[in-house]
């Protein structure tokens, strides 16, 4: 077992999204300190599942400053038990198969409508578009009345929030601005939702998060039901990451190309898959002990940090050979084993905080690769190194795209 006396928070700031996999080396567990208490880092199949343990909690888990801007105030990503089960049942329904559906629908007829714009020989950053692309997709399937004008002022709110949750400096200050006008903007609509000035359509997310009730049965308070209805928009345009990922995996990988541009489906989802495993949004996820307890051989006292690596994980050589290298075909063979792929956590969708939004991921991933790889283009001389320390990551450039005359 390793002891690392260097607090692990600052190695997380350091090294980002290589930090837990570089402490673990393998192991399933090891022991270090995170934010001044002592923490076990955990990974692969057995630290997931030890992970979701009940024993665990996340109140707190996530430090304020971090959760209030991303995830905003009393969250169901820091909540346990009824309160968490009873809020986690909403977000399930509100992503049910037909929401999924007219989000699939969303999503074609904008990125179609954004490649028409494409000029042949007129460059344009992939990482931009796909902000937009996914903010529109995101408010109007929402259900959300915007404007075009608005949708780009959205658009660049929620990126700075997605951006600079994690960057210290003015990342950070940019992020807090736009989340305390998104949370404005949230609440606005909650209240015109309440007061019948806006009557959404039935199903959709808004409808959804104003009517929706705490655990005792209240109508909950306009800043909650704001916060769940930003939970719903903000994760979708996350997935910009992704694409932006996918554009420069799709240029690397002809052959993938074509087949998914041959209408091939499976080889599409495959492809949506590594993207998912091969470039995390989250390099770690953090849980706090209830009690004092044993966490796979390190102990952790009450309140002590319990780290789950996802980067680690998704890169596991037992689960995942060669895992470096940029291969969808893993995902056209047997189901996935669970615990092995979590970047979008793991355990049980409606007891744990495994994310509700990984099929509309998959359905959004999916419609923006089926496009790119439709779209004849080429990737111009540019900077598409990934700092790994930065959190969440991506190609420096943002993927600068030209298409073909
Ligand atoms: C880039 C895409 C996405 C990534 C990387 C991502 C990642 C995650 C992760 C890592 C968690 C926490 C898991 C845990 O703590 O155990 C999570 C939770 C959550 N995600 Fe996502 N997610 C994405 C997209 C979405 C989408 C599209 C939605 C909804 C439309 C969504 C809604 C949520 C919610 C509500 C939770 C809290 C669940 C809970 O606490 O029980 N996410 N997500």
Known sequence: MVTMRVDGSIGLVRLGYRWAAELRRGQPAVETRFLGRPAAVIGGPAG?????????RRQGAVPTPVSSVLFGRASIHGLDGDEHHHQKTMYIEALGPDSLGRLRDQARRQWA??????????PFVLFDQAVHVLSAVAIAWSGIPCGPGEVSRRAGQLVAVLDGFASPGPRYLRARLARRRLDRWATALIRAVRTHHIVPDPGTALE???????????????PAAAV????????????????????VALDHQ????????????????AFAHEVRRRYPFVPVLAARARTDQDVLGVPVPDGGYVILDVDGTDRDPRHWPDPDRFDPGRFLGPTIAPGTLVPQGGGDLRTGHRCPGEAATLVLLEEAVRRLALTRYDLPPQDLTVDLARIPARPLSGVVAVTRR
């Open 254 to 269: 002809p052959w993938w190309r074509a087949r998914i541009a041959d209408g091939d489906a499976a080889a599409c989802t």
């Open 208 to 222: 959804t998060t104003a009517e929706a009730r705490d655990v005792t049965g209240r109508l909950s308070a306009d």
């Open 113 to 122: 409508a954004a490649a028409r714009a494409w000029e042949p020989g007129r």
């Open 48 to 56: 997931v599942r030890r992970f979701y343990d009940p024993r665990l």
């Open 228 to 247: 769940a209805l930003l939970n719903l928009v903000r994760p979708m345009v996350a997935v910009a990451w992704f694409v932006a990922f996918a554009g």
